[in-house]
């Protein structure tokens, strides 16, 4: 919200305010994996909350807006991204700097910390150079050199990214602007790109669950795709290695309209037969 941080507690069939924290145009949010911190990046800051009593124990400074944060798997470092193509990894103990660098050039999307419980895990950043998307890798605060950079299509952006890593590798999920999910299975020279074109429209953001087995999308068209990926990062040929199965939840913003409605039909007609009893 504009004026203030509110968090909701999911109830049966409304959303609920447990808290709510004045910090004003809070652009990004994005909760640790343990659930235990709370990130929010405000401009050219990070502020960071504990959620056991909901106060800041850190505020991170950038140059510049930052656009995209990430924590590691084992939530020891945090990954803050700027427009300015800076990526930082915090220390989420004493919040202090661990490596910085910066892109070549150039604005990013998302950047994730990979391996869990590896301080030196490979960081995967989305850079446009060019006015071309491509994905760049870094690690202890260099960049690990590949021949070409993957690249994505023209005039195709990434939204949002995630990772997960397996016995024999990582995987890295990109959703873009096209409607499109990328994902990269890395082998010992290059990173072999799939697609899967799901939705109509862009696609606003994905989640993967904690097991790396089951990646959520959602897009401006209203629709959620449940994906089973199973086994993607965990394959001994990584150019054979799929998605295998695909769940699909459509909701779609007119037949929730329609569903309201009908909702509120049903509501008159038994308020109508209520009063008709009472007569009666």
Excluded at 173 to 198: D, H, N, P, Q
Excluded at 206 to 226: H, M, P, Q
Excluded at 269 to 277: F, G, H, I, P, T
Aim: aromatic share 6%; charged share 20%.
């Amino acid at each position: 919200f504009a004026d203030k941080l509110r968090i909701f507690q999911v109830l049966v069939d409304v959303l609920k305010v447990f808290r709510e924290i004045p910090l004003r145009a809070g652009a990004l949010v994005r909760f640790s994996n343990g659930g235990h911190l709370l990130a929010v990046a405000q401009g050219k800051t990070v502020h960071m909350f504990s959620v056991r009593n909901m106060t800041r124990v850190g505020k991170l400074q950038h140059s510049q807006t930052v656009v995209a944060l990430s924590f590691q798997s084992d939530d020891r470092l945090l990954s803050t991204c700027s427009e300015d193509g800076g990526l930082i990894e915090w220390n989420c103990h004493t919040w202090n700097k661990s490596t910085e660098v910066f892109a070549d050039r150039g604005g990013y999307t998302e950047a994730l910390a990979v391996a869990s419980g590896d301080t030196s895990a490979n960081i995967y950043m989305a850079v446009i150079i060019n006015n071309r998307c491509c994905l760049k890798t870094y690690s202890d605060g260099n960049p690990v050199r590949r021949r070409p950079d993957p690249e994505l299509p023209e005039n195709v952006f990434v939204r949002a990214m995630c990772q997960h890593e397996g016995q024999t590798g990582s995987v890295v999920f990109a959703v873009t602007s096209s409607g499109a999910l990328y994902y990269w299975t890395e082998t010992a020279t290059e990173m072999v790109r799939k697609e899967l074109y799901l939705h109509s429209g862009p696609i606003t953001d994905l989640r993967l669950s904690a097991d790396g087995t089951t990646l959520v999308t959602c897009g401006e068209d209203g629709a959620i795709f449940v994906l089973d990926v199973t086994g993607l990062a965990n394959s001994e040929d990584a150019n054979s290695s799929g998605i295998k199965a695909v769940e699909v939840v459509m909701i779609n913003r007119g037949d929730i309209q329609s569903r309201e409605e009908e909702i509120q039909h049903l509501a008159s007609e038994a308020a109508s037969l209520k009063v008709q009893l009472v007569e009666d």
